[in-house]
């Protein structure tokens, strides 16, 4: 078993296991290189139009073990790296972060991940040609998001009126 170990306060910790043959998992998380790496793959994936099942088809592995790659969930090997970037028709360097490491992904891209059906809704909102139509699913959106605060508030507060 490889383990990295720390200290604090003279005492030996244990900050990473090893699963059954895979790479250590650090406790507090995914690794974020790990969740970049499935952040590009996601990114590149939906440029292409593919599916997670068509990807994990082309792979010869689950579209859940897409998912979990996707989320960083679980580490990609070099090896499914270069058949992903094959596949996709892009240089396996394009699927890693970026060399000096600064540039983290930004917020949204973590959400991404988050939340079911943002591909589709950015993939129709991207489609929509009329600007005035994307203008108005903006501000549709900002204003659904905005009154299910003050719903969640109101929720909470039970001497509030409810708007909704």
């Keep these: 078993m490889v383990a990295d170990w720390g200290h604090v306060s003279g005492e030996a910790i244990m900050v990473g296991r090893q699963l059954r043959g895979r790479a250590s998992v650090n406790e507090n998380g ?6 970049e790496v499935g952040l590009n793959l996601r990114r590149v994936r939906l440029a292409r139009g593919y599916s997670q ?4 088809e082309a792979l010869g592995i689950s ?3 897409i998912q979990k790659y996707e989320r960083g969930a679980n580490r990609v090997s070099a090896s499914m790296l270069v058949k ?15 060399d000096d490491g600064a540039r983290a992904a930004p917020d949204y891209f973590r959400r991404f991940n988050e939340v079911r059906g943002v591909a589709e809704l950015v993939n129709a909102y991207c489609a929509m040609r009329n600007p ?18 003050r719903a969640t508030v109101d929720a909470d507060d039970d001497t509030a009126p409810h708007a909704l």
């Design 84 to 98: 992903a970037a094959r596949f996709l028709k892009v240089r396996a360097v394009d699927l890693l972060p970026d």
């Design 63 to 65: 579209f859940q073990q």
């Design 53 to 56: 099942t068509e990807l994990g």
């Design 30 to 35: 995914p690794d974020q290189i790990d969740v």
């Design 132 to 149: 005035a139509l994307r203008l108005a699913l903006l501000q549709f959106a900002r204003a659904m998001g905005s009154k299910e605060v």
